[in-house]
């Protein structure tokens, strides 16, 4: 286990004791919430893979390589870190080429960051 993953680790457990976070996974469709589903990939420098898989409006991180993520990222793991920290965001870890989405939607990896921050605020 890496740094990376202790820490996203404990902001998920936290996660999950919030409503308002666990709603960041919840899609209004046609006037009907859906619940939004997903696993999120992370091969980062330094760190054993993990993932993190949402699945109704619970939160876990898992060690190891899931099979058919919808989201997969690579790169600096302090660059996770700091996110963790409240230091920065997805949206700028990207900008500034420490995270790479090698699949899915950047859209989606904001929305992750959403519910991180509403974690963070309630410290």
Same mark, same amino acid.
């Given at each position: 286990m890496g740094i990376a993953y202790e820490n996203l680790t404990r902001i998920v457990e936290k996660m999950n004791t919030l409503p308002k976070a666990q709603q960041v996974f919840v899609t209004d469709i046609g006037g009907k919430p859906v619940h939004w589903d997903m696993t999120f990939q992370f091969n980062l420098d330094n760190e054993d893979p993990f993932y993190v898989e949402i699945q109704d409006l619970k939160a876990k991180v898992n060690q190891g390589t899931?099979?058919?993520?919808? *989201?997969?990222?690579?790169?600096?793991?302090?660059?996770?870190? !700091? *996110?963790?920290?409240?230091?920065?965001?997805?949206?700028? =870890?990207?900008? !500034?080429?420490?995270?790479?989405?090698?699949?899915?939607?950047?859209?989606?990896?904001?929305?992750?960051? !959403? =519910?991180?921050?509403?974690?963070?605020?309630?410290?």
């Open positions: 899931f099979s058919s993520p919808e *989201i997969v990222m690579s790169g600096d793991n302090l660059a996770i870190v !700091r *996110i963790c920290e409240g230091k920065g965001d997805f949206t700028h =870890a990207i900008s !500034r080429e420490q995270i790479t989405v090698e699949k899915g939607k950047v859209m989606d990896v904001i929305r992750l960051t !959403r =519910a991180i921050t509403l974690v963070l605020k309630t410290k």
